[in-house]
């Protein structure tokens, strides 16, 4: 089994709410969870999916928000799982990225942000 693999082959079904951010989820001053709102783009697949944002959106603070969660729901989540699916989602957009823009400095300023998440693993 490829490295690729390991992390990305089939987890459990759950129902994602797939737009996870800071606008949809609500907490109290000292982090406790109040509410999710917008299930409007909800699915249903693999668990680790509704991390891979937070990644790129908040990168000093992911890891933060993964213990939350698990402390909070008691599941513990794979983080290696999960920047492996940003890594594959990620590599994605910089190609489309790619082909849209044709900007190779842009391309490559983004390229470094993935790189230190590769180093992550």
């Known amino acids: 089994m490829d490295y690729c693999d390991k992390y990305t082959a089939h ?10 951010h800071n ?5 109290n001053q000292i982090g406790d969870l109040l509410c999710i709102i917008d299930f409007g783009d ?3 697949g693999d668990p680790h999916l ?4 937070f990644i790129h959106a908040y990168p000093k603070h992911w890891e933060l ?6 402390k909070s729901s008691g599941k513990i989540l794979d983080k290696k799982r999960i920047l492996a699916l940003a890594i594959i989602r990620f590599s994605k957009q910089l190609i489309k990225m ?3 823009q044709n900007d190779a400095a ?16």
């Not at 606008?23 to 907490?27: D, G, K, Q, S």
């Not at 509704?50 to 944002?53: G, R, Y």
């Not at 842009?106 to 693993?121: C, E, N, P, R």
């Open 98 to 100: 790619w082909n849209e």
């Open 42 to 44: 909800a699915l249903w």
């Open 23 to 27: 606008e949809n989820i609500f907490v």
């Open 65 to 70: 928000i993964i213990d939350s969660y698990e």
């Open 11 to 20: 987890a459990e079904t759950v129902l994602l709410h797939n737009d996870a």
């Open 106 to 121: 842009h391309v490559q300023s983004k390229f470094a942000d993935y790189a230190d998440l590769i180093a992550m693993i």
């Open 50 to 53: 509704d991390f891979i944002n």
